[in-house]
């Protein structure tokens, strides 16, 4: 069993800040990869951030310079700051992963929830 729990979303003001934390838990043996995406309404889901096993990171176009993804002390958690938002970055932002569950096993992938950011103008 595995679980992916996002937490930090909430109503925030154009130009303010928010941290959404991502933690993993579970028949993890090691996590390769995670990544946060976000969907607004009436609209796919997209890539937001990632961030590897070894610390390497990658953005969205839109949010480079405004996001910063980190891996957190804690074994197995994430975070994202997210500053200088817009009304545009209004989304539920979902944590995901891929991972093994047991050593030497195929990658797996696993989603979370979701949280929602909403920024007013």
């Known amino acids: 069993q595995v679980q992916l729990v996002e937490s930090g979303g909430g109503l925030v003001q154009a130009g303010g800040s928010l941290r959404l934390s991502c933690a993993a838990s579970g028949s993890i043996f090691s996590i390769n990869v995670m990544r946060w995406y976000r969907q607004a309404p009436g609209k796919q889901r997209e890539f937001v951030a990632a961030?590897?096993?070894?610390?390497?990171?990658s953005y969205q176009d839109s949010v480079k310079g405004r996001f910063t993804i980190s891996r957190g002390s804690a074994k197995n958690t994430m975070y994202l700051q997210m500053n200088s938002l817009r009304p545009e970055d209004t989304a539920v932002y979902s944590c995901?992963?891929?991972?093994?569950?047991?050593?030497?096993?195929?990658?797996?992938?696993?989603w979370g929830q979701g949280t929602q950011v909403t920024v007013s103008s």
């Open positions: 995901n992963m891929v991972y093994r569950p047991i050593r030497d096993s195929v990658l797996a992938t696993y």
């Open positions: 961030i590897t096993a070894d610390g390497q990171t």
